[in-house]
């Protein structure tokens, strides 16, 4: 019953910006981690930056200075913000979350994907 539906991707220009965005709804109890990762034609998929429930985040190092990733943990909602896009950061852009269920059940959530493409 828990879904993860994002919306923001599509096309733009190099130095370009787009915002992400991904709603968790459902039976939730709790939404630990959050995240946003990204697969490119060829390539394996690799995490682009995360986020804790109290605010710490990370960020792979291609992405360090042009990405924000925030979260409204009162709407259940993470936010990617991506600025000084390139072309190398097209990708199909994936959502992911931590979430509790239950007391006994925690597991991973992914959203469906949103296509990002920045045209040179």
């Known amino acids: 019953q828990v879904q993860l539906v994002e919306s923001g991707g599509g096309l733009v220009q190099a130095g370009g910006s787009l915002r992400l965005s991904c709603a968790a709804s459902?039976?939730?109890?709790?939404?630990?981690?959050m995240g946003w990762y990204r697969q490119a034609p060829g390539k394996q998929r690799e995490l682009v930056a995360s986020?804790?429930?109290?605010?710490?985040?990370n960020y792979e190092d291609s992405v360090k200075g042009r990405f924000t990733i925030s979260r409204d943990n009162a709407k259940n909602t993470v936010y990617l913000q991506m600025n000084s896009l390139q072309p190398e950061d097209t990708a199909v852009y994936y959502c992911?979350?931590?979430?509790?269920?239950?007391?006994?059940?925690?597991?991973?959530?992914w959203g469906q994907g949103t296509q990002v493409t920045v045209s040179s």
């Open positions: 992911a979350a931590d979430i509790t269920i239950t007391t006994l059940y925690r597991r991973d959530y």
């Open positions: 459902g039976s939730i109890v709790r939404i630990n981690d």
């Open positions: 986020a804790t429930r109290g605010g710490s985040t």
